[in-house]
């Protein structure tokens, strides 16, 4: 499974990248960590004239804490999220979402961004994208644009992203301390791709709760909010009963695919057993 | 394209073509065969070395990536007299057989020991489940590297 | 005073490790000939058709591209792939062209070889290679009823149908006062071994040598030979490091000769690497299996008789042993439970998909999944305690020698050597603590619920008809033992120097094992059916009382004395009050072989239980303990031996929970990576105990050892299906297919809700 031929760049700034993106006509591509892009090459599901390497481009890798927000560089890797002793205070979910991607070796080598652009339906990091409105921040020929992550996802292994684009932050809103949340997610093995998974957090006011968000991945063609059971939740206190109405809700507002690992019954009941365990978990109040 | 980089202490200098993995130059163009070839796609953690002390799946990375950095594999890892304490507690342990998978599994569980000295069993099962053997079913290699933790206390960020 | 060797028994670390350790294994992706090309095979796209014609034009024009070989290039009347075993001129219309030739049958049938000067330019060079096939209909499943035939002229697609019998069935079932019936299936899945396959072949016009042999290299240089029209003493075939086999690699395949045939017709050394892809693709695939069988009973549950229909999915073609696995299924169900009627078919089916092979335990693996089950299900019938029903029925020490089916055609009838059944059960119940976990059983606990299992198995081992080793004595006292037998990874060099030292008292340090290269002795078998240890080592053993024999003799010229007056001590000979040095006496290399010859199997035997916990809203199975035990006979090194039990235990795990080949309707294979062929990894399956006894000795061969090393994975499935319908009895769940993946233990936990609903 030896690689297609490509060219191969590794421009100094963000400018030459786009330049370089641009003068390709669409068969250009970005490496990064290459984790999700060397294998489709091995494959030869992908055959790009050239390949545009971000590794010598700098100050795309910086974890930023601050009121407004975690603002991750597109070339933070996953261990470095792993080794940043803040980041599990300020954002638990995403930390806690983050240690189910892949293994060892590719969390070395594999970025936020590269997950973000891959849009992989059962990647974790889109999930978090979705479920926290997170913002994209993208560089092109025309500048600087921001877009939502609910604009982002456009499919399965499909973004808003032009080809001659570059993802270079995501930016999540701030994660007030105290606050409820959960992260479950079913896969075969270890590190595999879920075969559906949920995060969600949301708010007690009198007991009750408010603006909750579920986002869930793994059960269609891109990471979804779950705004439908959203509704059925917010206001009510986490009994029982709203947990099972709420799982009710999560089988009729998803529509998942059938494939070789599992049929669509197995995906749409497994997120509502997830969904209501995750509920239960989300509980204790971490 | 020329590129040059570390491998095992020394600087070294290959001609490779853009799409030229860094597997395929340790092995082809530097003779370096310890670094193995199971599966070519990133699943099964054979190919993997060491790159600025982090465990890497060498056949993910093309060579030209590797411009500049520092890159270990089993040979560099390895001593002509005697077995390092790793090698040696995977012996003890009969944490091999047909010796395919082993040097993924030296350098992985290299790179953990040396970042985790005290990693509990757990820890070491859960980093190693990136890298496959069909031979002995796990039970002793986990063993082994439990064993060779000893050898990496206060060792600190030593390669 | 020297103290004897005692080598056999010791768990001495392994000479191999050293150089796998330290990555210097010399595997045959790293063996590089001067000017040697690249080969990479163009193989189907299309799981059936007629092949029409293929155009290379474009791809001969890429810089690089050296050739791209056809059949017409090989041969005017292409060459087949003869079954090693069970050589049937019935099955001859069956077997495997070496190239495309008129027809393809599978996806990944082999159509072109392109030779370039890298395996990148080669690959490039595939997408510009025109192929025109026809596409014919496709038969996937027994369902289809021979929609369309694989081999026009044979009429049906079954390509032949074995039958096991013993004792009288039909009367057995007549007055049986139980009977059940009841319907199987295991999955295809494969031995995936880690180091794809390849070979290295050099022809410099009058002498061919290939490296990258394994398992059988005596068979496939008589196979490669004929069909290059080559003398055998042409070709030599080299085994260096085998990364793994599993009973799948080592068999001829189509690029045993491909990759050969090109270096012979291109003049110049040919070098090939599968890539895991291709291997998913290419390398046999095993295990698809399904039944319909009736247990017979007494209501109190001694099993009367077994009674059925088996077919196996065997793939495009029948490979060298493809019928090994669908004859064993027939043969080997009553395992070790006497069981005195047995009436069963099994029917190798053709479809087109990859043709199948042996891999670790063929035929039991599935078998013992039917059998385990059914004994659960009549246990519960006839309200018999899961663990007396065995009892009842495990054949008794002195019930041995027990004979099984007999197999036709192709004659083969066996019989249980030795073993103490009902001992190794209560010992595997024991060391589990059975007592105390059956408490477990049906309980659900912080979500989970549990269930146990226990069954019985037999393996069998020692394939006859013989094995061939060469002693070299040399004058510094070093010890040369060549064998016939190969090296998968099993520890051999180690096993066999201990069984050596043994049995020749020259130091361990100063033996060498060299194996599996058709140079080393004149005929050799090779490792397959966990023979090496019993076949090899008793080879050894008759080469080094040859020897013995031979040192004496010159001794006793030397000292004066008599032959049998003279001892030896691995150093020195004494007699007569003198002594001399092996240096003094030893001026030329002494040179011994010796054959062993066998013809009855080995019959190794063990017991498995096991602890699972259930999730019933994902599916999931935990496996919270597994305790083997087996008695083995004799073991040479308990550590290896150990570690071919843990081993094979998983890669049965793998087999129950996770690994499917699985295909759609038009014959791709749709899990062609390790991203969706799931292997067993270091975190499923942590908790995993095997003992080996010695218990009962094999009395048909001088080591008293039994072939042990399948044995592990044998009874898994059956275990594990068992101990997940004790886990969830309350809802009556009853897997009847494997793998237990999550979403079919979900809905089998869904349909028996919705069953009890109802």
Known sequence: MKLPAFDYASPASLEEAVALLASRSGSAKIISGGQSLVPMLAFRLAAPELLVDLKRLQGLNRIVIADDGVRLGAKVRWCEIDRDAMLQGAHPLLVEAVRHVAHYQIRNRGTVGGSLAHADPAAEMPGIAITCEAELTIIGPQGQRVDKASDFFTGSLTTSLASDEILTEIKLPPWPAGRRWAFLEFARRRGDFAMAGVALFYELVDDKIADIHIGAIGVGDRPLRLRAVEAVLNGQTLDDRAIEAAAAAVRESVDPPSDIHAPAEYRRALLATLLARALRQSETGR | ?159 | MRIANSYIGQPIERTEDLRFLRGRGTYVADINRPRQLTAVILRSSIAHGRLNGIDASRALQLPGVHRILTAKDFDTEIPRIALRLQPLSDLEPFHQPMIADQKVRYVGEPVAVVVAETAAIAEDALDYIAVDIEPLPVFVSREQADAALLFEQHGTNCAITWKALRGDADAAFKMAEYVRRERFKVQRHAAMFMEPRGFVADWDGQKLTVWGAAKTAWYNRRLLAASLRLPIEAVDLVEVDVGGGFGSRGEFYPEDYLIPAAAKVIGRPVKWNEDRREHMIAANHAREVECEVEIAATRHGRVLGLRGQIWSDVGAYVRTNGSVGPRNVAQYMSGPYAIENIELTSSMLLTNKTPTGTYRGPGRFETDFIRERMLDLVAKDLNIDRLELRRRNLVADRQMPYPLASITPYDSSTELDSGDYHAVFDRCLAEFDWKTKEQFSGRLIDGYYHGLAVGSFIEGGAAGPKEQARLVLEPDGTLSVYLGSSSVGQGLETIMAQIAADATEVPYEKIRVLHGSTSHVKEGYGSYHSRATVMGGSAILLAAEKLKQSIKASAAKRLGCAAEEVVLDGEQARGGNRSIAFAELIEVPIEIEAEFFNNKQTWAYGTHAAHVAVDPGTGHVKVLDYMAVEDVGRTINPATLHGQAIGSIVQGLGGAFLEHLVYDENGQLLTGSFADYLLPTASDFPKIRSLTVDLKPCPNNPLGAKGGGEGGIIPIGGIMANAVADALKHLNVQPMELPLSPPRVWALVEAAKAQLAS
């Not at chain 2, 003779?31 to 990133?42: N, R």
């Not at chain 2, 600025?52 to 089993?74: D, F, K, P």
């Not at chain 2, 040396?114 to 070491?124: C, K, M, N």
């Open chain 2, 1 to 159: 394209m020329k590129v040059e980089f570390e491998l095992n202490g020394t600087r070294v200098g290959a001609d490779v073509e853009a799409r030229t993995t860094l597997a395929d130059c340790i092995r082809d163009q530097l003779k370096q065969t310890g670094t193995h070839l199971a599966c070519e796609h990133g699943v099964c953690g054979a190919c993997t070395v060491l790159m600025n002390g982090q465990a890497v799946r060498s056949c993910l990375i093309l060579a030209v990536q590797a411009q500049g950095e520092r890159v270990v594999t089993v040979e560099g890892l390895s001593r002509d007299e005697s077995l390092t304490p790793l090698q040696a507690a995977f012996r003890k342990h009969h944490a091999l057989q047909c010796g395919f998978c082993t040097p993924g599994f030296i350098t992985t569980a290299h790179a953990l020991l040396t970042e985790e000295p005290e990693a509990d069993e757990e820890r070491i099962r859960d980093v190693l489940s990136g890298n496959l053997c069909r031979c002995t079913g796990y039970v002793p290699i986990i063993q082994a590297v439990l064993e060779a933790r000893s050898a990496y206390a206060h060792k600190g960020n030593e390669e």
